[in-house]
């Protein structure tokens, strides 16, 4: 039922010296480029854009055992899809995991990924999703302190005897059964010794593939993988007949046929490249992002899928500076999103549309609402300028007035004052005749005198100011 190798497949011949359940080099597992397991960006209309543009398998984002543990199947004929279904805290379905019938035949194509430190809960979880999906695979790399705080993830890579023995249950009592292979997805250790170590105890579990994220677990995404192990990990997974295939900042198809070659590696996985433009897996150049957001929400609207996850994934498809990712980030529907975008609108149902249009008119009728407030806002903001520019104004005039005022005053009193201080004609003509008979001199003396600059003594240090009668006599006095 699946396009990936069945257990089944075991006998096919192999040179190998221990046997895998399916060899490495069979046609499921050579040259091949997957869709990395990703939380919130790798749900199903991602996946089934990758397997578009030419994925060869797509893995789902990690689910936790205890989350699917207790999910209802159910088969939604209307998005022809495979849903696990639990409810929620609010009484609301959730959905917790979900395969498409038969776009792209997802179904036989995607692999379950599970969160698990526990082999009972990691068997009774897989077994409810087993027959809907192309296979199991184990995440043992994952860095988050919500997986490594409960043993989960990265956390496993350090008990490795738990590993094993989770590993060991999936084969036995899922991957046999169902006919599906069982796979673990690693990180590096800090030494190829002992992570050669670690990889062998694996391959001795009887899984089907080991993927190498080829970073420690500190590292960070954007820091460069290191790949100088990937050559003698991929060697000793073939010696076990288990595939092996290489993460950490593979590009594209291109990109991953080269490592392919360099490292002897049977396949690549990529994530962040993907999220941003999924159409890395076509053996072409990848495509415009205006064509693979169109795809991608012609995927999400076929199954109806929930909006908050499509709005999350075409903000990593459409370039930020992008003038239209902005837009999209304020639609509150795919309604929205396709009115901003120019895109067809084709609801999955009824009901879908009719929750888009009210979503739309409440988000248009708030829009309206901020919309009013601003303008009022605005006008209140010009009135008050409007009226500071007024008292301003008034001011202004009032203290020209003033000043004209004071000036008058002031021109006014010097008028007057030069009036009183110039003796008209007919006193000068008596000032004159006075003068001529020799009247008033002493009192013009005395005036005179007034404006004479006091007599001051010579400089020296018997300097004294004769101007100052009282200090001449101190002056005398202390000699
Ligand atoms: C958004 C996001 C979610 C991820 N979720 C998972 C996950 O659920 N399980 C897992 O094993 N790894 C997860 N990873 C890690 C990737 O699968 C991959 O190992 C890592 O990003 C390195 O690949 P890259 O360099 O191609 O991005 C996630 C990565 C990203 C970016």
Redesign the pocket.
Known sequence: MSDSPAVSDSNTPSTASKPGPVPHTHPGYVGKCVL???????ELPTRLLALRYGCDMV?G??VVDKGIIGSERRENEAADTVDFVKSGHNGKDQMVFRTHRTLEKERKKCIF?I?TANPELAVQGAKLVAADVAGV?V????PKHFSIHSGM?AALLKTPETLTAILRSLITEVGKPFNIPISV?I?ILDDLDSTLTLVRQLCETGVCRV?V?C?TAPMR?REA?IRDYLAAIADLCHSYNVACYA?????SRMHADEIISQYGVDGC???????KNPSVFSTELARPWGEVVRNYLEYSQAIGHYFSNTKFCLNNLIPGAEEHGQKVTQAKSVLGVCEILGLPYKPLNAEIEKEDRESEEQAQALRAQKQKVKEAQEANRLKQAQGKAKVKQHNLQKNKEKQKRLNEEKKKGNAERQKSATPDRETQAVAGQKRKRGEGGKSMDREAGKSKKPEVAPEGPNAVDLSQPKKLVDAVAGQ
Do not use: F, L, S
């Open positions: 990395a397991p990703m939380v919130r960006t790798g893995w984002p990690e990924q969160g695979d995440n043992a790399g994952c993830g997805k990180r993927t994220h970073r995404p993988p993460n950490g900042d593979v590009r996985m990529i994530a962040i490249a993907a999220e």
